[in-house]
């Protein structure tokens, strides 16, 4: 079962770039990437998802070295309102539980 | 035009009564997932149904029953509720029947509390 690790929370200043980083050092051969977004009191919403190098898209950027045993969730220039729970996935289908995600904090 | 959603949004309820959360979909999508999130904000896999098959069964207590009627729903029955069942239970629904780049979506989620 694919274990992920993420840094329990973050905090950042509006404006600043943002990176969070995911250790799944037993990634298997087959498995993506899958990042999530959780504000208070909501689903968790889906962000961005990769499966080597690096991924962008309007919201975030995903970047995976080659060993694929972690992954750097970096989100540009973040405001307030992107403070919430950010979560790694790996597999999907073994991955029963989320885990606690990184509760980022975006200052003004 | 909500993707998933999820009724009620809030349920209050006495130890012991039996109730019903509903889930809906209109993404056209074949599996549908319930999670729960507890007090520590873990969110863990209940059930996953594929086309109204019953593919993901996690060791949850047999008072609670998932029921699909079609692929665009998937409810779920708690008898005798403890107060260990108060959470947040999540619906969400994905096209790939969780395979590896699978994504799922959310359902705004239901807050039951048992007294």
């Known amino acids: 079962l694919a274990k992920t690790t993420q840094p329990i929370s973050m905090d950042s200043y509006e404006g600043q770039e943002v990176n969070i980083t995911c250790s799944h050092n037993n990634i298997a051969t087959n498995d993506y990437i899958t990042w999530y977004q959780q504000f208070p009191s909501q689903g968790p919403r889906f962000i961005i998802q990769g499966y080597k190098t690096k991924v962008t898209n309007e919201v975030a950027s995903l970047f995976i070295p080659a060993d694929r045993k972690s992954s750097t969730l970096s989100l540009p220039r973040v405001s307030l309102s992107d403070t919430a729970v950010y979560y790694c996935l790996v597999a999907l289908r073994r991955a029963l539980t989320f885990g606690s995600g990184t509760r980022l904090q975006v200052q003004p | 035009d909500t993707a998933v959603s999820q009724t009620p949004k809030y349920l209050v309820t006495q130890m012991g009564n039996d109730k019903s959360i509903k889930c809906e979909q209109n993404l056209g999508h074949d599996t549908m997932y319930w999670y729960k999130q507890d007090s520590k904000k873990f969110l863990k896999i209940m059930f996953s149904y594929n086309n109204k098959e019953l593919i993901i069964n996690e060791t949850v207590p047999n008072r609670f029953s998932p029921k699909s009627p079609d692929k665009a729903h998937l409810n779920l029955h708690i008898n005798s509720l403890e107060l260990g069942d108060s959470a947040v239970y999540f619906c969400?629904?994905?096209?790939?029947?969780?395979?590896?780049?699978?994504?799922?979506?959310f359902g705004p989620g239901t807050r039951l509390t048992v007294l």
């Open positions: 969400a629904s994905s096209q790939l029947a969780g395979g590896p780049a699978d994504t799922q979506y």
